[in-house]
């Protein structure tokens, strides 16, 4: 796999998790990369999206405020600090790219990987 997230799991509401995805073998400083999640029965939602120097961040709505995406392009890492989770933040959250390079962000994406699972409950 190109890409692989972490740091998921079990977490209160109100609480706070980072996710992580790195990607060893790819191309990582000449992509945009967003992150993307799927709830339980539901489509998959863009959540956020980073341009390829990190200079420009964008977030879907109800996120705002409350998760933050940075990337470190020396380790090739993505990551989404989430923090005042609530119990409809619980999803996969996947890393994904691609195919457009510097600021594609907004998908469909090309390059996608396994995921990693959020639950956010008391």
């Known amino acids: 796999a190109q890409l692989m997230e972490s740091g998921g799991g079990l977490v209160q509401p109100g609480g706070s998790l980072r996710l992580s995805c790195t990607a060893p073998?790819?191309?990582?400083?000449?992509?945009?990369m967003s992150w993307v999640r799927q709830a339980p029965g539901k489509g998959v939602e863009w959540v956020s999206g980073?341009?390829?120097?990190?200079?420009?961040?964008y977030y879907e709505d109800s996120v705002k405020g409350r998760f933050t995406i940075s990337r470190d392009n020396a380790k090739n890492t993505l990551y989404l600090h989430m923090n005042s989770l609530k119990p409809e933040d619980t999803a996969v959250y996947y890393c994904?790219?691609?195919?457009?390079?510097?600021?594609?962000?907004?998908?469909?994406?090309?390059?996608w990987g396994q995921g990693t699972r959020v639950t956010v409950s008391s």
């Open positions: 980073i341009y390829s120097d990190g200079s420009n961040k």
């Open positions: 994904a790219a691609g195919p457009g390079g510097v600021g594609y962000v907004g998908g469909p994406f090309g390059y």
């Open positions: 073998r790819f191309a990582f400083s000449s992509f945009g």
